[in-house]
């Protein structure tokens, strides 16, 4: 549940505010924090924008421009984050962060800078984004740094480019993680979606891999995902997924960012009716 809205102040300026709330539409429950997704107030104009509140990672930024499926489902690319990423506080959205976005005007680049509180808690995330689009290619490249005093820093590199051809959109996304206290990873993403009439057909596979700090293999998962949208209308949409992961080498991973028990498979399946407004 979404409100969002901009004012024109005249002279090229304008504020711009977001607030979003997630809660479980099958059942009507939520997290305990109120407006749990993104919350913001900003200035925008010539220079490009400006936001301050709770807002998405250029991090997390990537990983959801550069996957067929988008954030969001089984077939997703959450994977790829590792248990560590998944485990710090700002893995998707960074509270009281400062936010910078250049403006559209740039010849095809374009650079984001975050920085957050370091008193948020439990932790807090600083990184940047630059990218590049053009026609029918686009590519961005993600540093990010994460503090959470409980399991010490993680340094990011996550990079994802994105060729369309003709009714083929083809992505690759990849992911490095490094922490001083704990796993790292490294993750590998190939998706692509096919347009078949007015019906998007999609299909992945990634693989991610981390390490100890010793150098020892800690977890292998492989996962696979094929997944379908098709418009109703110009806002109502069906769609549908299914993924299947595969764990190795004490690797826990489950769909949706879960967990299972070690060297386990997991699968999963979404089937439903989208709206947009």
């Known amino acids: ?78 994977v790829l984050l590792g248990s560590m990423q998944f485990s710090q506080a700002a893995a998707i959205r960074a509270n009281d ?4 976005r250049t403006p559209a005007t740039l010849g095809g680049f374009s650079l984001q800078l975050m920085t957050s509180d370091h008193t948020a808690s439990p932790g ?42 003709g009714p083929w959109k083809l992505y690759e996304l990849f992911d490095k993680s490094d922490s001083g206290r704990g796993n790292d990873s490294r993750g590998l993403q190939a998706s692509a979606a096919y347009t078949l009439g007015s019906t998007d057909l999609k299909l992945s596979i990634a693989e991610s891999r981390q390490t100890s700090n010793a150098g020892a293999h800690v977890g292998t998962t492989r996962r696979y995902g094929v997944g379908f949208l098709h418009p109703l209308s110009k806002r109502t949409f069906l769609y549908g997924q299914y993924a299947r992961l595969g764990n190795a080498d004490g690797a826990r991973a489950a769909v949706n960012g879960a967990t299972t028990a070690a060297n386990r498979s997991a699968q999963g399946a979404d089937l439903g009716i989208a709206h947009t407004f």
């Not at 301050?52 to 489902?73: C, I, K, M, N, S």
């Not at 984004?129 to 820093?153: C, E, Q, T, W």
């Open 124 to 165: 807090w995330y600083h990184g940047l984004k630059a990218g590049y689009a053009s026609g029918p290619i686009s590519a961005d490249v993600a540093l990010g740094h994460f503090n959470n005093p409980a399991i010490g820093d993680l340094d990011t590199i996550t990079v994802g480019a994105r060729y369309t051809a």
């Open 97 to 100: 962060a400062v936010n910078y």
């Open 1 to 78: 549940l979404g409100f969002r809205g901009t004012e024109d102040l005249g002279g090229g300026l304008r504020a711009n505010f977001m607030l979003e709330h997630g809660f479980n539409s099958d059942e009507g429950s939520a997290t305990a924090v109120f407006w749990n997704r993104q919350v913001f107030v900003g200035l925008s104009g010539s220079w490009g924008e400006m936001q301050l509140g709770r807002q998405y990672t250029p991090t997390f930024l990537v990983h959801a421009t550069y996957d067929a499926f988008g954030p969001q489902g089984v077939a997703a690319q959450q």
